[in-house]
């Protein structure tokens, strides 16, 4: 069946300009995550959706970042007046929801910021 | 506060030596999940095992295993006859049962030469 389907797959902007980053999760999956993987530091969590509670965004590093998910599937990641620092693979995972469920991650946005 | 220590940055091993990654964790939660991920050279993450914190047997599948001490907060992960396909990026992971968020190590660079 199909897995988390994240794109773009890259994406190269200019600083200051705003991005958006999308993820289709699998289907019937209830949770969805965004996280961040920079060189050398590992996976960092952003923000958390589960079903239609209020997100988990303590990750969320500035509020330059946020995230939605419409009608409980598709999610998009947004970052405005993007900065060097953003430069990263952004990693959506999904999963069926209860603590012990493992998740199922995509294969990122490589977003480079000029 | 949930913590997953990998201290072992990389490795670097001949094939068929048998390598163990050190996964070392900490929670104040009395019921939580470890798992460990895959990462390849290919980018995307592969679940690989989870093992809730009432369940210390070992667990042996094919040539990976996986040892969980609750008296020492370690969840180490053994390949044993390491072949060049092993070679990846090997992430423990931790989830509180009090919460979804996915908490992950940093990582250990495992590298299998021919």
């Known amino acids: 069946g199909a897995g988390v389907s994240q794109s773009p797959s890259n994406k190269v902007t200019e600083k200051g300009k705003d991005v958006e980053l999308r993820c289709d999760p699998i289907?019937?999956?209830?949770?969805l995550y965004w996280y961040r993987q920079s060189l050398g530091q590992g996976l960092e969590f952003l923000i958390y959706?589960?079903?239609?509670?209020?997100?988990?965004k303590s990750g969320l590093p500035s509020d330059r970042f946020s995230a939605e998910r419409t009608g409980g599937s598709v999610s998009t990641l947004t970052i405005q007046r993007t900065q060097q620092e953003d430069s990263a693979v952004y990693l959506c995972?999904?999963?069926?929801?209860?603590?012990?469920?493992?998740?199922?991650f995509g294969n990122g946005t490589r977003l480079t910021v000029t | 506060a949930q913590k997953v220590t990998q201290a072992q940055t990389e490795i670097s091993v001949v094939e068929k030596e048998d390598v163990t990654l050190d996964c070392v964790y900490e929670?104040?939660?009395?019921?939580?999940?470890l798992f460990w991920y895959k990462q390849p050279p290919s980018g995307e993450l592969v679940f690989l095992i989870r093992?809730?914190?009432?369940?210390?047997q070992n667990e042996i599948s094919g040539r990976y295993s996986w040892n969980f001490q609750k008296s020492t907060s370690s969840f180490n992960f053994t390949i044993t006859a390491s072949q060049v396909v092993d070679s990846a990026v090997y992430f423990c992971?931790?989830?509180?049962?009090?919460?979804?968020?996915?908490?992950f190590g940093k990582g250990t660079l495992l590298t299998v030469n021919p």
């Open positions: 995972a999904s999963s069926r929801g209860e603590p012990n469920s493992p998740l199922h």
């Open positions: 289907s019937g999956h209830t949770a």
């Open positions: 959706f589960q079903g239609n509670s209020a997100p988990d």
């Open positions: 929670t104040r939660d009395t019921t939580y999940y």
């Open positions: 093992r809730n914190s009432f369940d210390e």
């Open positions: 992971a931790l989830n509180g049962g009090s919460n979804y968020k996915l908490t």
